[in-house]
T-cell receptor, first 114, second 114 residues
Framework: KNQVEQSPQSLIILEGKNCTLQCNYTVSPFSNLRWYKQDTGRGPVSLTIMTFSENTKSNGRYTATLDADTKQSSLHITASQLSDSASYICVVRSPSGGYNKLIFGAGTRLAVHP | DGGITQSPKYLFRKEGQNVTLSCEQNLNHDAMYWYRQDPGQGLRLIYYSQIVNDFQKGDIAEGYSVSREKKESFPLTVTSAQKNPTAFYLC?????????????FGPGTRLTVT
């Protein structure tokens, strides 16, 4: 069964600290993996995309990694800011019958406190 | 939220009533999607449409209906047959193929049925 599991479910950190969010997936076939940021009551916004051949990709203070062998990805946030408080969703794309199916993780809810 | 509008932001209905959620996009995207988001769960696909006048059931289509008469519009009707309609509903549209494929999300509609 295609699944995307994220950990931890929730996380509280102090402003300025770093944190790492985890994503494990069992999706086949695999096309790519995206990390989205979703503010409360808003739609998700893409942070970064990882393809099979990419190990690391950065977008400002966000760095995503992908290990396609172990089917794991992580999102590292450096020098957190209050505005980083949001849910972070790991999404794996799987091409299936001409349709680009997306399998969503349940998300990690991050709270950054002053 | 990039060119996708959903209205209203909050919607309240009595049990047994049908309700229609609006989704409009000005991105000239061919494909559009409806998702449902519940606490602690990943987004689940309700319906999708890859082209005007055509749409397909997603993973949880029971109790929902859609239409795609115009490229820009993809309204979702939550019928009285939907057992647990209270949720956050997200509309999305997509562009590209291969590694350039990306879904863009609207701001969402929170539906509460009592």
């Amino acid at each position: 069964k295609n699944q995307v599991e994220q950990s931890p479910q929730s996380l509280i950190i102090l402003e300025g600290k770093n944190c790492t969010l985890q994503c494990n997936y069992t999706v086949s076939p695999f096309s790519n993996l995206r990390w989205y940021k979703q503010d409360t009551g808003r739609g998700p916004v893409s942070l970064t995309i990882m393809t099979f051949s990419e190990n690391t990709k950065s977008n400002g203070r966000y760095t995503a990694t992908l290990d396609a062998d172990t089917k794991q990805s992580s999102l590292h946030i450096t020098a957190s800011q209050l505005s980083d408080s949001a849910s972070y969703i790991c999404v794996v794309r799987s091409p299936s019958g001409g349709y680009n199916k997306l399998i969503f993780g349940a998300g990690t809810r991050l709270a950054v406190h002053p | 939220d990039g060119g996708i509008t959903q209205s209203p932001k909050y919607l309240f209905r009595k049990e047994g009533q049908n309700v229609t959620l609006s989704c409009e996009q000005n991105l000239n995207h061919d494909a559009m999607y409806w998702y449902r988001q519940d606490p602690g769960q990943g987004l689940r696909l309700i319906y999708y449409s890859q082209i005007v006048n055509d749409f397909q059931k997603g993973d949880i289509a029971e109790g929902y209906s859609v239409s795609r008469e115009k490229k820009e519009s993809f309204p979702l009707t939550v019928t009285s047959a939907q057992k647990n309609p209270t949720a956050f509903y997200l509309c999305a549209s997509s562009i590209g193929t291969g590694t350039s494929y990306e879904q863009y999300f609207g701001p969402g509609t929170r539906l509460t049925v009592t």
